[in-house]
């Protein structure tokens, strides 16, 4: 479904926003055996959908080898799929309501209940709005606005870390990475020539986790030198 719509949703958004696009394409990589197998199972039964085996003799794979001191990367790669930048797309989304007359209120939500089938969420200015339905997109305070016992909503906070990784070395070209790929679960995104970022944990909390620098930068088992300093 996603392959389908964001294409649209992309070129509606651009008549507002002609930068805003889809980064092509997507690639999923890993060290293990097993779950290379998987991967590879997962392409033979969607091969319509875009979808090839990258073995560690390809192009692209030798490149992410050579830069991560390593040579047993394999993978898939997905033409269709992509990255969209998740700032610039939240910023197009609200100049794209405003210019559907969409009423804005920049105040803090403080209470969400339910009376007579429909939604009322109440403002620290005691503004109330009423709707049929209401979408939560603050993941972690959530759980203060809705009673879980009352609603029978259930919600679980979530957070996400990522880390800034800065070189000085010579020997490394970090823009000559594809623009954004995945090893073992891991998300890389290449920002300048010596600076890329690595992300993210999954946490299932409301404060974030401390030390976890080794969880995001031990996913290779030979670690670059650019990467261990």
């Known amino acids: 479904q996603s392959l389908e719509l964001w294409p ?3 070129k509606l958004l651009q008549e507002i926003n002609k930068e805003l696009h889809i980064e092509k394409p997507l690639i999923k990589l890993t060290q293990n055996t097993t779950k290379f197998e998987k991967l ?4 033979h039964e969607n091969s319509d959908q875009g979808i090839e085996i990258l073995n560690k003799e390809s192009i692209l794979v030798k490149n992410i080898n050579q830069t991560f001191n390593t040579n047993n990367l394999k993978g898939i790669i997905s033409h269709k799929d992509g990255r969209i930048n998740p700032i610039s797309l939240l ?9 559907k007359k969409i009423n ?9 209940k339910r009376l007579n089938k429909r939604w009322i969420a109440t403002s620290k200015n005691n503004d109330e709005i009423k709707s049929d339905a209401i979408i939560l997109c603050n ?13 029978k909503v259930q ?4 957070l996400g870390q990522a ?3 800065c070189t000085q070395s010579d020997e490394v070209d970090l823009l000559s990475l594809p623009k954004h790929f995945n090893i073992d679960g891991k ?10 970022i690595i992300g993210s944990t999954d946490e299932y909390h409301e404060k974030p986790a401390e030390n976890v620098f080794e969880k995001l930068t031990d996913f290779i088992e030979n670690k670059p030198e650019w990467l261990s300093k």
């Open 91 to 99: 910023d197009t989304l609200n100049l794209y309501l405003k210019n």
């Open 40 to 43: 590879k199972k997962f392409v």
């Open 187 to 196: 998300n890389i995104i290449p920002i300048t020539k010596n600076k890329i």
């Open 104 to 112: 804005f209120l920049k105040d803090e939500i403080i209470n969400i």
């Open 8 to 10: 649209k949703w992309i």
């Open 139 to 151: 993941s972690l305070s959530a759980l203060n606005l809705v009673s879980e016992k009352i609603h």
């Open 163 to 165: 880390i800034e990784v």
């Open 155 to 158: 919600l679980k906070p979530v």
